[in-house]
């Protein structure tokens, strides 16, 4: 049985910054894609940021750019996002998911992905 849980989440500052932790277990990730995704009070799911496991190429939506890392870390099982510069906007719950296939990470579309965990809540202050 696949589980993702994801960790880290919190209140800051704006500016501040936030390590969000996705722990895998039940699912191999070899080859296939994970990602990060956020949704807001009233506002639709958004991807954030993908990671294809082969080959570890990175995807990241224009309003994060330079500001989130994705990466993982295979030998822990676990899928991280680095958020830096945080905005209000950001203020979220943040959910990790993960793809059976990986056909198309640039796109950051939740249809893509299979299992999903529960979320964590970011919350960042002006």
């Known amino acids: 049985q696949v589980q993702l849980v994801e960790s880290g989440g919190g209140s800051v500052q704006a500016g501040g910054s936030l390590r969000l932790s996705c722990a895998v277990s039940?699912?191999?990730?070899?080859?296939?894609?994970m990602a990060w995704f956020r949704q807001a009070p009233g506002k639709e799911r958004e991807g954030v940021a993908a990671?294809?496991?082969?080959?570890?190429?990175?995807y990241y939506a224009d309003s994060v750019k330079g500001r989130f890392t994705i990466s993982q870390d295979n030998a822990k099982n676990t899928l991280y996002l680095q958020m830096n510069s945080l905005k209000p906007d950001d203020t979220a719950m943040y959910y990790c998911?993960?793809?059976?296939?990986?056909?198309?990470?640039?796109?950051?579309?939740?249809?893509?992905?299979?299992?999903w965990g529960q979320g964590t809540q970011v919350t960042v202050s002006s």
């Open positions: 998911a993960a793809a059976l296939r990986c056909s198309r990470p640039w796109a950051l579309l939740d249809i893509d992905y299979n299992y």
């Open positions: 990671v294809y496991s082969r080959g570890g190429n990175t």
């Open positions: 039940g699912y191999t990730y070899s080859s296939t894609c």
